[in-house]
């Protein structure tokens, strides 16, 4: 018991640490000499990588803070702790990269470390949240909402495929820490356009309020 208790606070805190790396951060660094959260819409993610700094960049990082997600839980199952300790980590994960602690805990909001935490976990929802994502891009040409509401999938993915009520409450709660830290952004977003529908509803691909 206690071994799984310290291989459970090892999961955890390497999974903080993961987190933690602001990857975003130190590709404005490398690649512009800026800080990303200074400029755009300041968050520390690969959209705002993608527009301020470049495509490739921004690709990078998305790939980056995706991995971290699945790093984190793939090392808490190796560890061979429980379930719940794999699901401890990946809120940890999460939050290492909200609340970064080398740079005095102002991360970003961690929505592509979600998506790595969550397709880790449920592979199979990999072609359910493609197809969403694919299909709102297309009809809103806003990439943030088109994978927030590809998200939804994974409580149906979890309790129609994996038949798992831990899987179905944490793909829900997982996502309440990205969700929250957004809101200011919506509202800046709702002034800026003048109305919801210029929020939700993209001119093209480059219309970026």
């Not at 987190?19 to 520390?44: A, E, N, T």
């Not at 921004?58 to 061979?80: E, F, P, S, T």
């Not at 129609?160 to 899987?167: G, N, P, Q």
């Not at 003048?194 to 691909?205: I, M, P, T």
Request: aromatic share 12%; proline share 4%; charged share 15%.
């Amino acid at each position: 018991m206690d071994n799984q208790i310290a291989l459970t606070i090892i999961a955890i805190v390497c999974a903080y640490v993961v987190g933690s790396v602001p990857s975003g951060y130190i590709m404005g660094r490398l690649r512009k000499g800026v800080d990303i959260r200074q400029i755009g819409s300041h968050s520390m993610g690969a959209m705002n990588v993608f527009y301020q700094i470049g495509f490739m960049e921004g690709l990078a990082v998305l790939a980056m803070d995706i991995g971290k997600g699945a790093a984190a839980v793939a090392l808490a199952r190796w560890l061979c702790v429980p379930l719940y300790a794999q699901l401890l980590a990946g809120a940890a994960v999460v939050t290492g990269h909200a609340y970064t602690v080398f740079l005095k805990f102002r991360g970003g909001r961690g929505g592509a470390t979600c998506i790595g935490i969550l397709i880790y976990l449920m592979p199979w929802g990999i072609p359910v949240y493609a197809a969403i994502f694919g299909l709102s891009l297309l009809l809103t040409r806003y990439p943030t909402l088109s994978y927030s509401l590809a998200f939804l999938c994974f409580p149906f993915v979890a309790w129609l495929k994996y038949h798992s009520l831990e899987f179905i409450i944490f793909s829900i709660g997982i996502l309440l820490l990205p969700g929250i830290k957004y809101l200011p952004r919506m509202k800046e977003m709702r002034n800026k356009g003048g109305s919801w529908r210029h929020v939700f509803l993209r001119r093209n691909f480059k219309d970026r309020l």
